[in-house]
């Protein structure tokens, strides 16, 4: 780094470190975050949960369809062999969301916001460094992680298989990517907005994975459908289906969806961060 | 330099901050004192942007914090021991912070070494004792050599030996010309380390004053005085403005006199002193005069 030149005399001496090399800027702050984002047994361990649910679900779900069988899915034909290798999706969400949430709740519930805080005051920029990030981390392991599970998924089940260049197979792999990135950046805007780790994992955990049932349940059938079509987990899971489906979106329009839930949590979460005392 | 204007801080109904105003110079130790419960946190934080003031003003250098392209080079602070992630070495946590405005790796290094933690700098920080995580936070403070520093109740949980380290260390950075501004419930603490004080209780200023003049002023001194013909003496001290209480058998405290009044008016009337001291109350008497009104939680002994 530049400002590598204070040396121990002049620190103690209190010689003025030229004070135009010592300033916050957002890349700075990005790099502060990274350091703590990798400093943390449990960021390790939750990766490495995720990256293991969504290959070996996956793997898993793959050698069902090579043997015949096609799980408990009573829709057959949809649970095709894209489908089946990318099986974890949904675990590897709860997984990333958690991670989502730990990295920006447990500063409220260890009391480190404060210092992150009295290090950067205009705030913001801590929460803009979090989920550059999350994103970068979580996206590029979520990618290699989906290739993995589709790339053995399909060697697995073999002459069924399919392959790289089949309509819709890019777009559901790297979707999932977006799609675990996207879970995290809500769980970590929820963090952000609610300060609690149950609070927000309860959040994240009831509105991406229970909503959807549940409006099913209660909403009268005849108009339930519009309103599910639109959940950021059926937004999310239009984006990657391979194969359309009535009663869900078309794949730009999910994944336009589900994007508009993150902004819309982040600016929840950024304006908490920035109104409320920490 | 710090400064304080009219700030005020209120939760609902309860006022926890009320219209202070004050100045932290450079150079000196000041001391910002108080009962439990006084305010003196809550100040802090707003100084620091943390918080944010239902009314009024805090500035640092000039400007508020917050506005500081290097917030960390201005102002270093010790908040409380517990504004670490447990899950983190105490050496990450100092370089995730230092970071944030391009200090270098060996100045953490260097941090680590002039608050002692050399041995457990690798140490997850939710394993430290209070003593080391009070450390952990000068350290943090130090980091960018900041101009201003602000420790709230830095000594709590330190040693005998840490308490010592500490207080000559805010001494030595104030001789270099730095802002030092301490709080403590502590007078006796203060006395020892500030060379001014900012007294507070129940978010009110009571006194921004010297250490010397804020005993001055807290209490006035007593004469203890000692003599085989007390009954006599007493009655010739006694007067209007004059308080004579008598300790023992033989012997009186007398306020509103000096010792010298004392000693002259005993020879003029050719009665023996086998004692004549001036009595200066303690530091934290004096403290305890001057914010016995505005103590948070009182015991009903004392309020009597």
């Known amino acids: 780094m530049s400002t590598a030149t204070l040396s121990p005399k002049t620190a103690r001496h209190a010689e003025p470190v030229a004070p135009q090399k010592l300033k916050v800027t957002q890349a700075r702050v990005i790099r502060s975050e990274w350091i703590k984002f990798w400093s943390l047994r449990s960021t390790v361990v939750t990766l490495a949960v995720a990256v293991a649910l969504l290959v070996g679900i996956g793997l898993l779900a793959a050698s069902m369809v090579g043997t015949g069988e096609t799980g408990p899915g009573p829709d057959g034909p949809s649970f095709g062999p894209v489908d089946a290798s990318l099986a974890g999706l949904t675990f590897a969400q709860l997984a990333f969301g958690t991670l989502g949430v730990l990295f920006m709740a447990s500063e409220y519930s260890t009391g480190m916001i404060r210092s992150s805080l009295t290090a950067v005051p205009k705030r913001l920029p801590v929460l803009w460094g979090k989920i550059a990030v999350f994103t970068g981390v979580a996206f590029l392991l979520g990618l290699a992680a989906a290739a993995i599970a589709f790339t053995g998924g399909q060697a697995i089940i073999g002459d069924g298989g399919a392959s790289w260049s089949d309509p819709g197979v890019a777009r559901a792999v790297i979707g999932s990517a977006v799609i675990l990135t996207g879970s995290g950046i809500i769980g970590l805007a929820l963090g952000a907005l609610l300060r609690s780790m149950p609070a927000a994992i309860t959040t994240l955990f009831g509105v991406m994975f229970l909503l959807s049932g549940i409006a099913g349940l209660l909403l009268p059938s005849s108009w339930s459908d519009d309103v599910v079509q639109f959940l950021p987990s059926n937004a999310g899971n239009a984006f990657t289906a391979v194969t359309q489906s009535s009663g869900t979106l078309s794949p730009w329009a999910g994944l336009a969806v589900f994007a508009a839930y993150v902004v819309a949590v982040v600016a929840a979460g950024a304006w908490r961060l920035k109104r409320s005392d920490a | ?304």
């Open chain 2, 1 to 304: 330099m710090i400064e304080v204007h009219e700030l005020t801080k209120r939760y609902g109904a309860k006022t926890a901050v009320d219209s202070l105003t004050f100045t932290v110079r450079p150079g000196i130790v000041t001391g910002f004192l108080g009962p439990n419960g006084a305010g003196k946190s809550t100040t802090m934080r707003m100084i620091l942007g943390l918080d944010r003031p239902t009314s009024g003003t805090a500035t640092i250098n000039g400007r508020p914090y917050a506005e500081h392209t290097a917030p960390l080079k201005q102002a270093g602070a010790l908040l409380d021991a517990k504004a670490v992630h447990t899950g983190r070495s105490a050496f990450h946590h100092l370089l995730a912070m230092a970071a944030t405005i391009g200090v270098p790796r060996s100045r953490v290094d260097e941090v680590i070494d002039i608050v002692g933690l050399h041995e457990v700098a690798r140490k997850r920080a939710g394993a430290f004792s209070l003593g080391m995580g009070q450390r952990l936070g000068i350290a943090s403070a130090l980091l960018a050599d900041p101009e201003v520093l602000i420790l709230d109740e830095p000594v709590n949980g330190l040693d005998p030996e840490g308490i010592l380290w500490i207080r000559h260390l805010m001494q030595g950075l104030a001789a270099q010309g730095r802002t030092v501004f301490v709080s403590s419930h502590l007078m006796s603490e203060m006395a020892l380390t500030a060379e001014h004080l900012v007294v507070v209780g129940r978010g009110k200023l009571i006194a921004d004053v010297s250490v010397a003049e804020f005993i001055e002023q807290a209490a006035s001194d007593t004469v203890l005085v000692r003599s085989p013909r007390a009954v006599e003496l007493h009655d010739l001290l006694a007067g209007p403005g004059v308080t004579v209480i008598s300790v023992e058998r033989g012997a009186f405290e007398i306020s509103g006199l000096s010792a010298a009044q004392v000693g002259d008016r005993a020879a003029a009337a050719g009665i023996a002193l086998h004692e004549l001291t001036v009595q200066r109350p303690s530091l934290e008497e004096a403290f305890m005069e001057l914010t016995k009104d505005a103590v948070e939680y009182q015991t009903v002994g004392a309020a009597a």
